[in-house]
């Protein structure tokens, strides 16, 4: 049973250009978050989709967008990138049944920003 | 809004010695309390949860972490380090009840474990 997968791994952009992460969730689960990891800082909730749609929003300006597809996977879109875009994404799943109860994390992409 | 505050960014302590690593956090409401831990170059990997069961919670690899209303912590602990702990670790809090698993971490606490 493969968890959650995410892809690239590493990625390098240059101010200004536009990044789309990929995240697949856990087998089973339907729900899936967003979180930005800065160097040295605990991860941040960006936005959770269920159902397609995005549920809850962290503190995250437009710039950063998402999008569900049928089959729960996931992306984040991140435009005009800024040097402080550079962080480790994590992306987790989860079931919504079962609220609280445990995320499973993605090992995340790697995201520098030059 | 809840939150959580991880007390020392860097702890050190002898293999086969007592780990403690604290969290207090801050809620309006009754809390889920979650600890993680995270090693290099890896996503974050479920130690144990508090979800208003059993007020000490025992979790995966020996650690275990006790909820303590009064004391507004849930302080995380393992009475033998093993050179396989040294990673950074995450304490988290969710708000009880709410759409969705959001959860807000700690700044971490990075141990290292020495010979």
């Avoid at chain 2, 009475?79 to 304490?91: I, K, R, T």
Wanted: glycine share 8%; aromatic share 12%; net charge neutral.
């Amino acid at each position: 049973d493969a968890g959650v997968t995410q892809s690239p791994t590493h990625l390098i952009k240059t101010r200004g250009q536009q990044v789309t992460l990929r995240c697949s969730p856990k087998s089973g689960h339907d729900t899936v978050s967003w979180y930005q990891q800065a160097l040295g800082q605990g991860p941040q909730f960006i936005f959770q989709y269920y159902e397609e749609e995005e549920r809850q929003r962290g503190n995250f300006p437009d710039r950063f967008s998402g999008h569900q597809f049928p089959n729960y996977s996931s992306e984040l879109n991140v435009n005009a990138l800024l040097l402080g875009d550079s962080a480790l994404y994590l992306c987790a799943s989860s079931y919504q049944g079962a609220l609280s109860e445990k995320l499973f994390f993605g090992s995340g992409t790697q995201l520098s920003v030059l | 809004a809840q939150s959580v505050t991880q007390l020392g960014s860097h702890v050190s302590v002898s293999e086969g010695a007592l780990v403690l690593l604290r969290c207090n956090y801050s809620s309006s409401v009754p809390p889920y309390l979650f600890w993680y831990v995270q090693y290099p170059n890896q996503g974050l990997q479920l130690l144990l949860k508090y979800t208003s069961a059993a007020t000490l919670v025992k979790g995966i690899n020996g650690f275990e972490a006790e909820f303590k209303k009064s004391e507004t912590s849930f302080h995380l602990t393992k009475p033998s380090a093993h050179m396989s702990d040294a990673a950074e670790y995450f304490c988290a809090v969710s708000d009880r009840g709410s759409s969705g698993d959001k959860l807000t971490f700690g700044t971490g606490t990075r141990l290292a474990v020495r010979p």
